[in-house]
Nanobody, 117 residues
């Protein structure tokens, strides 16, 4: 069982920055692919960024060059640095973990990000 707790959301003006963190507990963090998803009102949840156990990273095209995902296996955390934020980045951001051995998946409770124009 893995518990994920996000923090760092809030309200920011367009062009600003926010840093989201996800603290994981309950299992061997290094054995999990970690990702951030977001869901805007009335929209489906979408992948924002993913970092696998070896450090390979994927980004949604809409955030490339603006967002940076990183992980610290010693601290059991994954971070999403968001720069040059746009109103369309508004939504609830969820931390996600997928076990490469267990194949189990887990979600955090979500943190709200609101970007005003």
């Amino acid at each position: 069982q893995v518990q994920l707790v996000e923090s760092g959301g809030g309200l920011v003006q367009a062009g600003g920055s926010l840093r989201l963190s996800c603290a994981a507990s309950g299992s061997v963090f290094s054995r999990y692919i970690m990702a951030w998803y977001r869901q805007a009102p009335g929209q489906q949840r979408e992948l924002v960024a993913r970092i696998n156990t070896g450090g390979s990273i994927n980004y949604a095209d809409s955030v490339k060059g603006r967002f940076t995902i990183s992980r610290d296996n010693g601290q059991n955390t994954v971070t999403l640095q968001m720069n040059s934020l746009k109103p369309e980045d508004t939504g609830i951001y969820y931390c996600y973990a997928s076990g490469v051995i267990t194949m189990r998946t887990y979600w955090g409770q979500g943190t709200q990000v609101t970007v005003s124009s």
